[in-house]
């Protein structure tokens, strides 16, 4: 029989076995993680106040760096106090809270994505009435779709956390909450906590997925009824950036759940250099790709810093 000891709060893990290095590693994280705020912050800032972003495609933009801000800002101060002050402690309350955001915010993701390749969609299958469909309210209305559907899809699984016993370790295998952490020191049947979030992946990422494919079939299909050369390659570029940040968000997802799945023998130092990947790739990798491959973004940037001198 396991000794209860439900109210003990969980202990967080940094990076097993390597305790006296976490002070070096904790140097390039953080330098990821200013480098993804200022990215995302910026990218916000500028699609907020430039009036010649007041498009469909930027508001979708404003929405995944929203998002890649709150998927950081939710991991990275327990990570940084697990590797600075070695600060392991996290309440339960605390640590189910932080599971719901992490993973709301990954299935939000996916949703973005999704919605900007329906914009993209739109301004190439039917340019002429592209305002006109995507007008603010529906914009708005897709966001609110989106984070609708995230936070209930996740809020089944993390209520359950609270009715557990939880009275095996209480070490958790990162220095942040994943669901499917901390339901492995429960001591309850957990049956649905296994096999709903399977189906949640199957219905929303994955299902995201297949249709973000689809419509890029549709796309190049209209591509290519187009005449001239020049607007092909001229309406291609326009997608771009939105298929690198498709590319960068899945192929961290799946090398995530490749790893999971089948390195169970790779070292525990593998799964959490896995997870910070997961987690911090796509957000500090999106700026970067906007700013590099979209015209309007860099006018912008170049006129912020303009006006910055100018006013100094």
């Known amino acids: 029989m396991w000794l209860n ?24 994280l953080l330098v990821v993680y200013i480098s993804i705020l200022l990215g995302n912050v910026t990218l916000v800032f500028l699609i907020r106040n430039d009036h010649n972003l007041h498009e469909p495609m930027y508001y979708f933009l404003a929405m ?44 939000v993701e996916s949703g973005v994505l999704l919605a ?15 305002t006109s469909i ?7 209305k ?19 956390l609270h009715w557990f016993p939880y009275c095996r370790s209480h070490v958790l295998s990162h220095a942040f909450c994943l669901h499917q952490d901390v339901i492995k020191l429960a001591c309850a049947d957990i ?14 990422v994955l299902l995201d997925f297949f249709i973000i494919f689809f419509s890029y079939i549709l796309i190049l299909k209209t591509v290519m009824g187009i005449a001239s050369v020049e607007e092909r390659v001229k309406a291609l570029n326009t997608c771009v950036s939105h298929i690198c940040c498709i590319l960068v968000f899945y192929v961290t997802v799946v090398g995530l759940t490749f790893i999971h799945r089948f390195g169970k023998h790779a070292p525990q130092v593998v799964h959490i250099t896995m997870s910070y990947v997961h987690f911090l790739f796509p957000p500090f990798m999106n700026p970067v ?13 170049i006129r912020l810093f303009s006006l910055s001198q100018t006013r100094a």
């Not at 995507?134 to 708005?140: D, E, F, G």
């Not at 790709?289 to 006018?299: A, D, E, L, N």
Request: aromatic residues 10%; charged residues 10%; proline residues 5%.
């Open 289 to 301: 790709i906007y700013s590099i491959k979209t015209k309007q973004i860099q006018i912008g940037i």
């Open 134 to 140: 995507l007008t603010n309210a529906r914009v708005i």
């Open 191 to 204: 049956t649905f906590n296994r096999l709903y979030p399977v189906v949640v992946v199957f219905a929303m």
């Open 116 to 130: 900007m390749a329906y914009d993209r969609f739109i301004a190439i299958h039917n340019p002429l009435r592209y």
């Open 5 to 28: 000891t439900t109210s003990s709060p969980f202990l967080l893990t940094g990076f097993p076995g390597m305790e006296k290095a976490h002070h070096w590693i904790s140097v390039p």
């Open 64 to 107: 995944l760096a929203t998002t890649d801000l709150g998927v950081t800002l939710t991991t990275m101060p327990t990570v940084l106090g697990v590797l600075w002050l070695n600060h392991r402690e996290i309440a339960h309350g605390a640590c189910f809270a932080q599971a719901y955001f992490i993973h709301t915010l990954s299935i």
């Open 142 to 160: 897709i966001g609110i779709g989106v984070l609708t559907r995230a936070g209930l899809s996740i809020m089944p699984i993390i209520i359950r």
